[in-house]
């Protein structure tokens, strides 16, 4: 698959994963979010629990699981660098006391079928990691 269509699939996702969130309770704080560690496709603030959840979103998006599930691409090493770009997030916004907590948002968005979305709460912390 080309670039350009690998950008459009994973925007489609995201944008789908965002939509998804809002019907779930989340409230959307930034999307594709940068610093020298990296990115984070979507941090948001979980309204559904107590205390509210500042949660750190992969999103993953597949056309088919001809080679993995969506999920299954969120490696060990692609978690500890999102582990890495929230620590310097929750730092610089100086948010280190906040209920914290890492989904993953896995899409099946295959070109004759039923879009699938799976939302995995809590998919991994830092002892997963470290």
């Known amino acids: 698959m080309s670039d350009n269509r690998r950008n459009i699939l994973g925007q489609r996702g995201e944008d789908l994963a965002a939509e998804h969130l809002l019907h779930k309770g989340y409230r959307i704080i930034e999307r594709n979010y940068r610093n020298h560690f990296g990115e984070i496709d979507i941090i948001a603030l979980d309204t559904t629990r107590m205390p509210k959840t500042l949660v750190f979103i992969e999103v993953k998006t597949r056309k088919n699981t001809l080679f993995s599930a969506p999920s299954e ?58």
């Open 73 to 130: 691409a969120v490696t060990r090493k692609k978690q500890m660098q999102i582990i890495k770009v929230a620590m310097a997030y929750l730092s610089k916004n100086k948010l280190a006391e906040s209920a914290t907590r890492f989904d993953v948002v896995a899409i099946l968005l295959p070109d004759n079928g039923f879009t699938r979305i799976d939302l995995i709460q809590n998919a991994f912390d830092l002892s997963d990691c470290f």
